[in-house]
């Protein structure tokens, strides 16, 4: 007998078929579960995976060894297939929800997968990824892909196992827009900072050149290093305005920083007279010093480096994470709903077997 269904309605009688999400969602699995194991054997393809978004990362990966990343698309093919399919089912449970309402359970869970799949879509195509930033408390960063938004590390505290692991990574921050603070907290090991689709993240720590520990006459042994000032046998006050680790003089006699690694250190430092006379200016640790702290007895020696530890922060945009956590709640709550029907129905003796 010939089928008098329309086309419109064989459609969407397959878009809701069982058989065709058991067919896609058993294909994904089967292809994520091949990719995986290429994943583990190929870290030179797949080791920076998480370093971009999908769409950045599969387009340069495609061109070194696409015989090891042709799953992918395929992948991405069964999914949407799966999601639409979901999205069916979903609308024709609400079409007939008078007389299903007691599979809300189950469709909590499938509005969730959806929230979670275009969640991830959405901040693959409109997000990005950054590698780490370096950044010692009290420095600044203009986020290269926002120049709107600048990101300040207010302190850093990491703490080692008494090994020498680390074990957390605390760094206080704050970003701002436009130069307005818009979001504060504190970030560390699995707890980023979120704001308007940005996300940043602790990554990990970095020696830093804190300070040096010098000689100055009259005032022996002192720490000096950024916000640090001294007061000097003569009422004198000598304070260190910016250290550089390694910096150079430009022609015009300016100063610029040429490396975050030990290597020609300089000191900008400001020294207050009592008579009220200020000198500011740069001191090249491996130079001769300036006259001003020559004649004035304030040429700090430096005898040792003081060690400290930048921050390593990622910055992520992912425009789809506030779905995606939409998507897991709704799933979450849609276990608890069908785990409580089931059992209710079980009291009652109302289909007691699994």
Not at 103 to 120: D, M, N, P, R, S
Request: aromatic share 10%; proline share 6%.
């Amino acid at each position: 007998m010939a089928d008098q269904r329309s086309l419109l309605q064989r459609l969407w009688d397959l878009g809701c078929s069982l058989k065709l999400a058991i067919y896609v969602a058993s294909a994904a699995t089967a292809l994520i579960m091949g990719g995986s194991l290429a994943m583990h054997y190929n870290r030179r393809v797949f080791g920076n995976m998480d370093a971009a978004t999908i769409t950045v990362w599969f387009a340069d990966a495609w061109q070194k060894a696409p015989h090891l990343t042709w799953w992918l698309p395929l992948t991405a093919v069964c999914l949407a297939i799966f999601g639409l399919n979901t999205f069916c089912c979903l609308c024709d449970w609400l079409l007939h929800l008078k007389a299903r309402w007691r599979k809300t359970g189950e469709y909590l869970i499938h509005t969730g997968f959806l929230l979670l799949l275009i969640g991830y879509a959405w901040g693959n195509v409109a997000g990005f990824r950054n590698d780490p930033f370096r950044l010692a408390p009290g420095e600044t960063l203009t986020l290269p892909a926002l120049p709107a938004y600048t990101l300040r590390l207010d302190d850093f505290n990491p703490t080692f196992s008494p090994e020498g692991r680390p074990l957390d990574m605390v760094s206080e921050v704050t970003l701002l827009r436009g130069g307005s603070e818009v979001a504060r907290g504190t970030v560390r090991i699995n707890q980023p900072l979120l704001h308007d689709g940005l996300v940043i993240i602790a990554t990990s720590l970095d020696q830093r050149l804190a300070g040096f520990r010098c000689f100055i006459d009259g005032a022996g042994m002192v720490d000096l290093f950024p916000g640090r000032s001294v007061r000097l046998p003569d009422g004198s006050t000598l304070g260190v305005m910016t250290l550089l680790p390694d910096a150079r003089r430009t022609a015009d006699g300016r100063v610029l920083p040429a490396g975050d690694r030990l290597g020609n250190p300089a000191m900008q430092l400001l020294l207050h007279h009592p008579d009220g006379r200020t000198w500011q200016g740069w001191y090249f640790l491996r130079e001769t010093p300036p006259a001003a702290l020559a004649t004035a007895g304030a040429v700090p020696q430096p005898m040792e480096p003081l060690a400290g530890y930048a921050s390593l922060l990622t910055v992520n945009r992912d425009p789809g994470a506030g779905l995606a956590l939409a998507g897991g709640i709704a799933m979450t709550l849609g276990v608890l709903f069908a785990l409580f029907s089931f059992y209710r129905k079980r009291a009652r003796g109302d289909r007691p077997q699994l």
